[in-house]
């Protein structure tokens, strides 16, 4: 998921991997920097610690001020905190995987009437993914 994303090359974005974890990373004038990662949580893993396939997980970014945090299933796994970016709008993107996406929604604001100033802002991109069961990767 992406969140403060003002163009190709100036962004962050959350991910959960196949490989089991989960990470925040800010791509600023084009390079990544990873800020956070982590194992996930054994519920989504399976015996192999990869992400289980055709399970639905609902995932959430959050970015409140410089506090970036990434929800799977409504737990917290993974946060971080950035002062890079304090505006931009969000989407989703996904490598070498099939899923599916249901339920796609942005928050913006602090959830009054009023907007709150960009450094201080509150946006949450939410989704219900189902990660199938075929993979796809790159070939040489």
Same mark, same amino acid.
């Given at each position: 998921?992406?969140?403060?994303?003002?163009?190709?090359?100036?962004?962050?974005?959350?991910?959960?991997?196949?490989?089991?974890?989960? %990470?925040?990373?800010?791509?600023?004038? !084009?390079?990544? &920097?990873?800020? $956070?990662?982590?194992? #996930?949580?054994?519920?989504? *893993?399976?015996?192999?610690?990869?992400?289980?396939?055709?399970?639905?997980?609902?995932?959430?970014?959050?970015?409140?001020?410089?506090?970036?945090?990434?929800?799977?299933?409504?737990?917290?796994?993974?946060?971080?905190?950035?002062? %890079?970016?304090?505006?931009?709008?969000? !989407?989703?993107? &996904?490598?070498? $995987?099939?899923?599916? #996406?249901?339920?796609?929604? *942005?928050?913006?604001?602090?959830?009054?009437?009023?907007?709150?100033?960009?450094?201080?802002?509150?946006?949450?991109?939410?989704?219900?993914?189902?990660?199938?069961?075929?993979?796809?990767?790159?070939?040489?």
């Amino acid at each position: 998921l992406f969140a403060r994303y003002r163009t190709s090359d100036d962004l962050y974005v959350a991910s959960i991997r196949k490989d089991g974890l989960a %990470t925040i990373k800010r791509k600023w004038n !084009g390079s990544y &920097t990873t800020l $956070a990662q982590t194992s #996930l949580p054994s519920s989504v *893993l399976d015996g192999n610690g990869e992400l289980k396939t055709g399970d639905w997980h609902w995932l959430k970014f959050s970015a409140i001020g410089n506090d970036l945090e990434l929800f799977v299933d409504d737990t917290s796994v993974l946060s971080t905190t950035s002062g %890079t970016f304090s505006w931009g709008t969000t !989407g989703i993107r &996904t490598d070498y $995987a099939d899923i599916y #996406l249901d339920d796609w929604s *942005l928050i913006y604001g602090s959830g009054g009437s009023s907007v709150p100033e960009p450094a201080s802002a509150m946006l949450l991109a939410s989704s219900m993914c189902l990660l199938s069961a075929r993979h796809r990767r790159l070939e040489s």
